[in-house]
């Protein structure tokens, strides 16, 4: 039997999470002489799926799902079984896949958190003036904000590639935040349409992207102001709302 591990935690737009999860991946892996797959549910690279991917790929009978997060997440238990039973279902793998109790409810914790209080301290001896400064008051000029869902099920789905081509062309078309501001999220709900983005003012709902479909949404909507239609879900208007006006045609926005 070919044991494998996968630790998973959340990312929630901390940029060093994917490189800590995967430092403590590679000690415990050391450890245990299992190898040790980092995963983050969310907010990350490194999907659950993707992981899960990696075991079977190679040769994983056994694999043992552990959720890393102190304190207690229990979002993060709960998405974590929900994606992997989606993914058992996907591959086909209906036995020798179990989950840990999550970190934070081992005794052992409190040891490490005794090892920490017992252990080198330091004055904290930084400047403030990074917290408070005067460029935290300013509000970009941005015509447009994107909201790219980076929830659980839009991860599995892809979502980091499509965060990463999106950030990439809008570079490539010279779109800095104050033309195009581009703020990651966490569920926008319907997430068997993902992975997807929101453009504002638009309230333009952009579903099942994949990578060619963004770079045309960028060119397209984002620097020439044309919807792309044939890309978009259609939100339900809400209750009492006056009946939608057709928009007045738009001229190309960068000429
Ligand atoms: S995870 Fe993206 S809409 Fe729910």
Not at 41 to 64: F, K, M, N, P, W
Request: net charge negative; glycine share 8%; aromatic share 4%.
């Amino acid at each position: 039997m070919s044991r494998q591990i996968v630790l998973v935690g959340r990312a929630l737009g901390a940029p060093t999470a994917e490189q800590t999860l995967a430092s403590l991946a590679g000690r415990l892996a050391e450890r245990l002489g299992h190898p040790v797959r980092p995963a983050l549910l969310d907010h990350g690279e490194r999907s659950v799926h993707g992981a899960l991917d990696q075991c079977l790929a190679d040769g994983a009978t056994d694999i043992l799902l552990v959720p890393a997060q102190v304190p207690r997440d229990r979002y993060l238990e709960t998405w974590s079984r929900k994606a992997t039973a989606h993914w058992i279902q996907k591959a086909g793998m209906d036995t020798g896949v179990r989950v840990a109790a999550g970190v934070s409810e081992t005794n052992e914790v409190v040891d490490a958190l005794v090892a920490a209080v017992s252990g080198p301290t330091r004055p904290i001896n930084e400047s403030p003036d990074a917290f408070r400064s005067p460029s935290w008051s300013e509000i970009t000029a941005h015509r447009r904000h994107v909201f790219v869902c980076r929830g659980p099920r839009c991860s599995a789905y892809g979502a980091a590639g499509i965060a990463k081509t999106l950030s990439a062309h809008l570079r490539e078309r010279g779109q800095d935040d104050d033309a195009v501001l581009v703020t990651n999220t966490g569920c926008l709900v319907p997430c068997n349409l993902g992975p997807m983005v929101v453009v504002h003012p638009d309230d333009v709902w952009y579903t099942h992207l994949d990578d060619e479909a963004v770079r045309r949404v960028v060119d397209e909507h984002l620097c020439d102001g044309m919807v792309v239609d044939e890309l978009r879900t259609p939100r339900p208007a809400p209750a009492g709302a006056p009946e939608p006006q057709a928009p007045p045609p738009q001229p190309p926005e960068d000429t």
